[in-house]
Every structure is written in structure tokens, then in C-alpha cells.
């Protein structure tokens, strides 16, 4: 009971940061240089003066900002996201044929962190200053050193132009869906592994520090001599004394990612051409198609907040000190 | 009689970065069964580091690079691993300084104990001897945990669990058992940390400061029950401790170390009747109240300087630096730990 409480308190208490969000989102973007009429007035001096009129009535851009920004709040609260300048169709559309194949692309990168992150985290400590320490240390300082774009572009380089291996681009191959299922099945999964790669890769190396981190902190403690003083084997102590305490921090850091991710989707799924939702807002950035960025903006500040709720939803159930309070 | 205990020149030492840190240099003391022991000393003279090497627990990089501790005739430091852990917390347990760290956060109480008392419970020998010492006072079931092939059965377990809880003590022990460490003060904290080290019948209980993070109400009744349990289970208990007022209460003998080697030796009678080693006798002068006699003294003594690095010992006697009766000899020659009386041990060349 106590802890539906907490959760609705804290759901609570996340509309005024999400509004808050919005409306640095709405400063921002309209402090940019360029405007959504930009575009019309490449077709010549003369049209585009009066078009240009045309559009911004149209889109009410002529009124004080304040004013726009109060009349977008007025329908966001109603849940209406808008329609998008470009094509005119309502915003949350838009943005909830994309979101799957967002959800779907950080999700695997999410899941891949940590099946990976954890164990290499865990071992190296065990094992500090082993070979196997020392290789992942230079791993993940490559790891956390390469950018992310400049990975993607080498990636599509060496196995998508050189070798011809995988997929640059896209989610599947045209015409695929008249494969058989397994082939289409193999068509995805070589769409999917070097986005997956790219945004797992830095999450993996900053996370199997923290875990390598979080356990040497916790082999200091106190309770580990304590654990071996009862006379536990070294495997008793090491992965369940001072794992469990150790993976408590890192329940945390799942709340730090997500925000990284998901904005690491706007430049991946760009690079890839992943019709996700992080391409959709790159596009309407570009654009200056302001209802579908204020879209794009509200949703992934709202997913961040989720995911930092339940990362303390976790923490507050793994942690039984916290959960006693 | 055979000495339940025996240590001889045990020497351990810290390999730092900065140089060798002897912590422990050179000890030899023996412990009767059912004797409690007292360990004296200021911070850092290797109370703590001499209970470690016990265990053969030593945190590295710190090494026992000399020295034989038999226990019950067989030396701990020539076994296996496997030989050590079905000693530790079985036949020899350790209880420490602080109960809330040294309890692991994120586990019960319960499960706590359960694991101490099933590590040890596979094909363990039911011996008859060791499990009446406890059934003799405690209305359970037998201790003795092997009668099944595969160990203990749950239940078992959890009654051998209850009925530890309730030998230190601790109200409603059905309770407590799912109580998290932090659920509990720090008093009922050590309980359960002596409950967990009780759960093997062990021989000889080693204490380091069991009271030290506790206040002075609770330190009282810890060392009150430790001293029934031990009367009750005829256990040997090393006590580490700064407080020479608990010594005298329950320790038949005492070592008084100062930089890794002992310093006097003797009965607790001795100790306090005929100190002899000056720095000794200025532990006893910094207790309050001791030497009422003195009546016109109205500070506390304090022994002057601290103690030193351990990295840069004194070629000569340890204590010198801080002697008030220090002499040309002592700075020349170490003196031998001597024989002045039956059983009182002193290293100062004035004995
Ligand atoms: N892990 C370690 N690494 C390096 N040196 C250590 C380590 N543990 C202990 N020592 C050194 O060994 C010496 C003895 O330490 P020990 O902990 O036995 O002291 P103590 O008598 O128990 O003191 P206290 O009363 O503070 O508990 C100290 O000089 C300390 O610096
Ligand atoms: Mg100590």
C-alpha cells in the first residue's frame, strides 16, 4: 500500500517537470536561427513574400510567443499534440507509428548493457588486475572515448560497403515481407545488430565500470569479512555477498541511461535510417516543424521520467533498507 | 592438560607500498579451554591483525610470514583452504568492532545465521560432546545437524536458528529471524552477530572490540552475556579491547601489546595488583578512577607522544620514544620478553 502511494506520488510529481521541460523545449527551439516558412521561400523572392505572410498566420506564428506557447499547453493537456506543418497529420500519430521501433532498437540495446555489462563488471573485479582485467580496461576506454556516430559510420564502412556483410540502412530489406518467416526473421536481425552495437557500446563499457566499481566497493566492506569469517567458500562471498550489494547502485544507473539512449536514437537512427521515433524528431528538427519537435520533446521527456520511477520503484524493492522505511 | 590454543611467534606482516608494516611481531601466548584472554593495546599495536591471523583471515597485503598456531594440536597455518573454512565460524568464530557493517545489509538476520549454521552442517559428525553443551540448557531439539544425509532440514535449520537468537537473548526470535540489520540497535545487532558466531559450537570465540561501537549501558550487558554464554557453552574467549575495566571483569589472563610485540604477560590479578612494564602501568593511569589515591591529581593521565609509525621501529625497545623510564640500554638493546613471576611475562629491562 505504502508503496502505491510512493508510486503516485512520484507519477504526481512528474507534471511539473515534464512541463518545465516543454517549455525550455519551446524556448529553444524557437531561439534557433531558421523558421517552418523557410522552406517556402526557396521558391523565389517574389512567391515567397507573400506565402511566407500566409503560412506564418496560418500556423500562428505571428503571435507573441508566450501566447503560442499558452495555446500549445492548452491542447497538450488534452492530449493533443497538434498536427505536423509538414504533412498536417496529428502529431501523436506520427510519433506512435515510429515509437516501436524505437522502444524496440533501446530496449535490446538496454537488455544487451546489462547481460553484458554486469558479468564483464563482476569478473574483472573479482579477478582485479588479471589479464582479463586489464583487457576490458582498455576495451572500456575505448568504449567510452569513441563517439557514437563516428563508430556508426566506421561500422557501415568496414561491414556494410567493404564487405558487404550487413544491411546499411533501414529495418528490412524491400520487399522482404514476401519472404518466408526464418528469412525474414535473419532480414531483421542483420538490419538490427549494428544499431543494436552502436547504442549498446558505450553503455557497456560505462556500466561494466560501475559494476566493476560497485563490487570492489562492496569486497571492502565489512559484512564480506563477516561472510568469510563464517567460513562461506570465496564464491559464496564474492557472488552473493558482495554481488547483491553491488548490483544496488547499478538498478540506478538504468534511470541515468535511459536519457542517454534515447537520445543517442536521434543520432543512430538517423545515421542507420531506422524509422524509429529519434529519426522522426531529427527530421522535424531540421524542419523547424515545431508542433512534431514539441511532440517528439514531450514524449521522451516523459519516457526518461518513467524510466528513472522505475528505476527507483527497483531500488526501493532490491534495497530492504529502503524498502522498511 | 593440552592447551586448546597455542600460538607461536606468529609474525604478520603488511607489505605496503610504502614498506613493511610489522603488525604483528612475533607473539606467542596460549589459551586454555574455557579461559577468556584479554587483549590490550592502543590503536594500531596489532590486537586486531593478531585475531585475523587466527582465522588465517588477514586482508592483503598483509601475510603471516612466521609462526605456528595450534589449535587443539593441529597448526591452523599448515591446512587447506577447505580444512580452514570448516574451522572458521564452526570450531573458531570471530565477532567485530561495528555489528551494522559487519551484518550484511541486504540479507535477513535469519538468513544470516541459517548460512553460518548450513555451511558447516553437510556431513558434519553428529558428536554427541559438542551438541550437549548446548542441549543442556536449551529446551530445543538436538544440535546435532547430520543425521540426514543431504544436512539439515529446513525446519531444523530454522529451530537451530530460533533457538540461537533466543540462547543471546533477543526477545520474539520468530521475529527477529526476518529482521533486517538495520531494523535493530546496535546492541541487538552484536546479539545477532554473536548468535551467527554460537551457531557451530565454537571451541574458542574471538571478540575484536565487541563493545567498542556500542554505549556504555548496552557494552555492560554484551560482555554480561558473553561472560553467561561462555560459563554455559565452555568456550575460550580472546577479548580485544581498549578497556582494561572489562578485562579485569572477565578475562582470567591479559596480553598488553604496543607495536606488534607483546609487552607483559599475565594473570588479570597480576596485571592490576603488580603492573610492571611502564607503558602498563601508564594504561592503568589513564583509567579513571583507578588510582583514587591520589586524590590531588585532578587530570587524567595521559601517556605522553603516540604511538609510533610502524614502518620506522625503534632499533631498540618499542616503547622507548614514549618512556618515562627510559634508560641508555633500552635505546641500545630490545629487551626479552622475561619471566618475573610464575606466568608473568614482562619485556622491559627494569623487570
Ligand atoms: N589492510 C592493511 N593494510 C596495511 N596495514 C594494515 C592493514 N591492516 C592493519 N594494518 C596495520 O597493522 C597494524 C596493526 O593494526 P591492527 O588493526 O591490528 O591494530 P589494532 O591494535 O587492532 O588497533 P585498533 O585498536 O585501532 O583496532 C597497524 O599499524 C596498521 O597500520
Ligand atoms: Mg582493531
Redesign the pocket.
Same mark, same amino acid.
Given at each position: 500500500m505504502i508503496m502505491w502511494n510512493y508510486i503516485a506520488r512520484r507519477l504526481f510529481m512528474m507534471i511539473p517537470v515534464l512541463f518545465g521541460i516543454t517549455i525550455i523545449t519551446f524556448i529553444v527551439i524557437h531561439l534557433a536561427p531558421g523558421s517552418p516558412t523557410d522552406i517556402v521561400a526557396q521558391a523565389g523572392p517574389k512567391v515567397s513574400f507573400e506565402a511566407r505572410e500566409r503560412l506564418t498566420k496560418l500556423y500562428g506564428l505571428d503571435q507573441p510567443l508566450h501566447i503560442q506557447y499558452l495555446n500549445w499547453l492548452k491542447r497538450f493537456i488534452k492530449l493533443d499534440f497538434g498536427s505536423s506543418f509538414k504533412d498536417d497529420r496529428p502529431v501523436m500519430e506520427k510519433i506512435l507509428e515510429r515509437l516501436p521501433a524505437t522502444l524496440f532498437l533501446e530496449g535490446l540495446s538496454l537488455f544487451l548493457i546489462f547481460l553484458i555489462a554486469i558479468p564483464v563488471g563482476v569478473l574483472s573485479a573479482a579477478r582485479q588486475y588479471s589479464i582479463f582485467d586489464k583487457f576490458t580496461t582498455i576495451l572500456v576506454f575505448i568504449g567510452v572515448s569513441v563517439p557514437s556516430f563516428w563508430l556508426a559510420l566506421l561500422l557501415m564502412i568496414s561491414f556494410g560497403v567493404k564487405l558487404n556483410w550487413l544491411p546499411i540502412s533501414g529495418m528490412r530489406s524491400i520487399g522482404s515481407e514476401y519472404l518466408p518467416i526464418w528469412a525474414r526473421t535473419i532480414d531483421y536481425t542483420k538490419h538490427l545488430i549494428m544499431p543494436v552495437f552502436v547504442s549498446a557500446f558505450g553503455g557497456i563499457a560505462s556500466l561494466s565500470r560501475y559494476t566493476r566499481a560497485g563490487m570492489l566497493e562492496a569486497i571492502r566492506q565489512d559484512y564480506i569479512r563477516t561472510a568469510r569469517a563464517k567460513g562461506l567458500s570465496e564464491n559464496v562471498v564474492i557472488y552473493k555477498h558482495a554481488l547483491r550489494n553491488a548490483l544496488l547502485p547499478v538498478i540506478t544507473i538504468v534511470g541515468f541511461s535511459i536519457p542517454g539512449l534515447i537520445g543517442g536514437s536521434f543520432i543512430i537512427e538517423t545515421i542507420f535510417a531506422w524509422p524509429g521515433m529519434g529519426r522522426l524528431g531529427y527530421l522535424a528538427i531540421m524542419e523547424r516543424d515545431y508542433p512534431l519537435i514539441m511532440g517528439v520533446g514531450a514524449v521522451a521527456a516523459f519516457l526518461t521520467l518513467l524510466g528513472n520511477l522505475v528505476a527507483d520503484i527497483l531500488y526501493a524493492w532490491a534495497d530492504p533498507r529502503v524498502r522498511y522505511k | 592438560m593440552e592447551k586448546l590454543l597455542e600460538v607461536k611467534d606468529l609474525r604478520t606482516y603488511?607489505y605496503?607500498d610504502d614498506g613493511i608494516?610489522k603488525?604483528v611481531d612475533g607473539v606467542d601466548f596460549s589459551l586454555d579451554e574455557g579461559e577468556t584472554l584479554g587483549l590490550v +593495546?592502543e590503536?594500531?599495536?596489532?590486537?586486531?591483525?593478531t585475531a585475523l591471523s587466527i582465522m588465517n583471515l588477514v586482508?592483503s597485503? +598483509?601475510k603471516i610470514v612466521e609462526g605456528k598456531i595450534y589449535f587443539k594440536g593441529r597448526n591452523l597455518l599448515n591446512l587447506d583452504e577447505e580444512e580452514t573454512r570448516k574451522i572458521r565460524g564452526n570450531e573458531i568464530s570471530m565477532i567485530f568492532q561495528d555489528p551494522f557493517t559487519s551484518l550484511n545489509p541486504v540479507f535477513t538476520i535469519g538468513e544470516q545465521i541459517k548460512e553460518a549454521i548450513e555451511v558447516h552442517s553437510s556431513g558434519r559428525a553428529c558428536s554427541a560432546t559438542k551438541s550437549s553443551k548446548l542441549d543442556h540448557y536449551s529446551s530445543g531439539p538436538p544440535v546435532c545437524l547430520s543425521q540426514t544425509s543431504g544436512g539439515a532440514t529446513k525446519e531444523q535449520v530454522f529451530n537451530r536458528v530460533v533457538e540461537l537468537l533466543k540462547l543471546v537473548e533477543l526477545p520474539f526470535p520468530e521475529q527477529y529471524y526476518r529482521y533486517y540489520p538495520h531494523q535493530l540497535s546496535g546492541g541487538m545487532q552484536q546479539r545477532a552477530m554473536i548468535a551467527m558466531a554460537l551457531s557451530g559450537n565454537p571451541s574458542l570465540l574471538i571478540a575484536d572490540?565487541p563493545t567498542t561501537a556500542l554505549d556504555v549501558t548496552i557494552q555492560t550487558q554484551i560482555i554480561k552475556l558473553l561472560q553467561r554464554l561462555q560459563a554455559r557453552l565452555n568456550m575460550s574467549i580472546i577479548l580485544?579491547t581498549?578497556n582494561l575495566g572489562i578485562v579485569d571483569e572477565i578475562a582470567k589472563s591479559v596480553i598488553v601489546m604496543y607495536l606488534g610485540r607483546i609487552m607483559e604477560y599475565t594473570s588479570t590479578e597480576d596485571l592490576f595488583k603488580n603492573p610492571t612494564h611502564p607503558y602498563t602501568q601508564g594504561l592503568l593511569n589513564a583509567i579513571p578512577g583507578v588510582h583514587s589515591e591520589s586524590k590531588e591529581v585532578p587530570r587524567l593521565y595521559v601517556i605522553p607522544g603516540t604511538i609510533g609509525s610502524?614502518l620506522n621501529l625503534p632499533k631498540a625497545c618499542r616503547f622507548y620514544p614514549r618512556c618515562e623510564k627510559r634508560m641508555k640500554i633500552c635505546l641500545q638493546e630490545e629487551p626479552p620478553l622475561k619471566e618475573v613471576a610464575t606466568n608473568h611475562l614482562v619485556r622491559c629491562w627494569l623487570a
Open positions: - | 603488511f605496503t608494516i603488525a +593495546g590503536s594500531g599495536c596489532g590486537k586486531s591483525v586482508p597485503p +598483509g572490540e580485544v581498549h610502524p
